[in-house]
């Protein structure tokens, strides 16, 4: 009986991230179109520019708080705190692994754009 209260809490906390996903995902479909005067190219540029800045810090600080939770709570199961179980402290180490994978690619992206850009003729 015990074993399945565990495997109740680990599926439960797992339909509670797919559902915070899909509201993320859905929150992404939701961008704001450009009309046409508004696309000059100095407007979209500076446009872009503060959105892509802010948009990658703000996926650096989140892989960073993953990571930083992952800490917390594998410092907290290893001191013994009985409010913290085994399967939370792994699914989020899953995640602090698997954002800071994203991460990792997504920077080498911009590094092989940049490299490409660069090899490009004037």
């Given at each position: 009986m015990i074993e399945r209260a565990d495997i109740n809490s680990v599926l439960a906390q797992m339909?509670?991230?797919?559902?915070?996903?899909q509201q993320t995902s859905t929150a992404r479909m939701e961008l704001p179109s450009l009309r046409p005067?508004?696309?000059?190219?100095?407007?979209?540029?500076?446009?872009?520019?503060?959105?892509?800045t802010s948009l990658l810090k703000s996926a650096v600080d989140n892989v960073n708080g993953?990571?930083?939770?992952?800490?917390?709570?594998?410092?907290?199961?290893?001191?013994g705190d009985p409010s913290v179980d085994l399967p939370q402290v792994m699914i989020q180490a899953q995640k602090a692994s698997i954002s800071f994978e994203a991460m990792t690619q997504v920077r080498n992206r911009l590094v092989q754009a940049y490299e490409d850009i660069s090899k490009m003729p004037i």
């Open positions: 339909r509670s991230l797919r559902s915070e996903m005067e508004e696309m000059s190219p100095s407007r979209v540029n500076e446009s872009e520019k503060g959105s892509f993953h990571q930083q939770s992952a800490n917390r709570m594998r410092e907290a199961y290893e001191r």
